[in-house]
């Protein structure tokens, strides 16, 4: 019966060793990534479900406000608001509409109210969302000045805004004082109304598990050739 035995060569085994640690590592990645994202789905059902408080003037610890339930009472300016671009609502392109609340001490919170359409994004081709006098805002802190990875920059200069920057939009519109946050308007039950708020129930995909697996499986797979091409006839 013939003997085998392992026996690494160079090449392979150069390539497999950096290869093995690639996969391991993103398998990992993806580990804490399904952490990271379970603890944010925990912590807004469990913050959602809290009663509504009065937001604060300014937030120093974002962790420990974001998606806090607030009430405001104010004054929209609506000749000072924004729209931020690239945001679709159920397939369909849009805006979300950022509004300046004046609150009665004189304070600048900024609202996000929520989604409008393309067709819609100049004021005075939609009367029905210029709300006057005093309103009560519901809805949910948010943190200031946070983009993804791949969002360009604002360009103040052009009116194009692509994520909430306070202090951009206060020099832009010159109001203050203004929070160091924004607030999410969430969304009454029944019919759509514009703009359409936020839910109040977190939609955000969690598959980092299945990711994980995939990549650790592959990292197996390339171990098991590893092996079996080194395990060969002892030719002493």
């Known amino acids: ?99 300046p609340l004046q609150s009665a001490d004189g304070r600048i919170t900024l609202i996000n109210r929520g989604w409008i359409p393309e067709r819609l994004r100049l004021r005075n081709t939609r009367p029905e969302t210029l709300t006057k006098g005093s309103v009560l805002v519901d809805g949910i802190i948010r943190e200031d000045k946070k983009k993804g990875y791949f969002v360009p920059e604002n360009e103040p200069q052009n009116n194009v805004w692509l994520y909430i920057n306070s202090e951009q939009m206060a020099a832009k519109s010159q109001v203050g004082p203004i929070a160091n946050y924004y607030i999410d308007v969430l969304r009454e039950p029944g019919p759509y109304a514009l703009p359409i708020g936020a839910s109040g129930s977190i939609k955000m995909r969690n598959e980092h598990l299945q990711y994980a697996l995939t990549w650790y499986f592959l990292a197996l797979s390339l171990l098991v050739i590893y092996v079996i091409y080194h395990y060969r006839p002892d030719e002493n």
């Open 1 to 99: 019966m013939t003997q085998r035995r392992f026996t690494p060569t160079l090449w392979p085994t150069l390539f497999t060793i950096p290869a093995l640690l690639v996969l391991v590592g993103l398998g990992t990645w993806q580990l804490q990534r399904m952490q990271w994202k379970t603890e944010i789905i925990d912590t807004f059902e469990a913050r959602m479900s809290d009663k509504a408080i009065d937001p604060p003037a300014r937030v120093e610890d974002i962790e420990k406000w974001r998606f806090k339930r607030v009430t405001l009472v104010g004054e929209f300016l609506h000749q000072k608001e924004f729209t931020i671009t690239g945001k679709t609502f159920e397939g369909t392109a849009g805006f979300h509409l950022i509004t």
